[in-house]
């Protein structure tokens, strides 16, 4: 099973699918963005930079996000396929990226780039909600990513929390940061051929399937196809 690096502006579904594939197929899910927000939770001084960042919109220092990123690379089963969510996001990081994976010796993963436009979102950003405890995103604008009961978690039976940083004017800002900064990323995997796009504004079900073809060599699908 292939190794997966999503990059994907805000809201563009890395967290759902990224729970889609943990549970299918066993894959260790490595959010930079929980990383962030549990050192925010511990309360220490750098959780408070960090928190300050975050709340603005703004990105955490290139330095930062790869110790976070070695670390959790360095403790997790190096057997096991995981996911990186929300890493690489600059030039910078992608290049230690590369260095950190070749002295792991992991050759065998795919970039994927989940592509969603501004208006769908923002939509979805408004509308998520998330579990304090597992950490299971929902949408309370999507049939499809509702929970179950409303504003509990299916899983946990919790009430479920809306990110602070989930405002529309925050997130316009994390958008455009998103731009800036991810675009060269994304030209930088395309010349090297391990750039794979999914179109995320497609039923849920249709970007699993596809997920499922790039990580079993398949060919794409597409929402008029049987």
Known sequence: MKNIIFIAPPSA?????SD?????YGYVHLS??????NEVARGSELGKEIDTLISAGKFVSDELIIRLVREALLKEDIHKPFILDGFPRTLVQAHQLDQ????????DYVVIYLDINLDTAIKRALGRVVCPKCKRSYNIYCDELKPKLDNLCDECNVLLEKRNDDTEETFRERYQTYLVNTNPIIKYYQDRGLLVTVDATEE??????????IINNRSLKRENEE
Do not use: P, S
């Open 13 to 17: 579904g890395k967290g759902t699918v």
């Open 20 to 24: 889609y594939l943990v549970k299918k």
């Open 32 to 37: 930079t963005g929980d990383m962030l927000r």
């Open 100 to 107: 950190m994976l070749f002295l792991l010796k992991i050759i």
């Open 204 to 213: 849920i079900n249709m970007v699993y399937q596809n997920i499922d073809a």
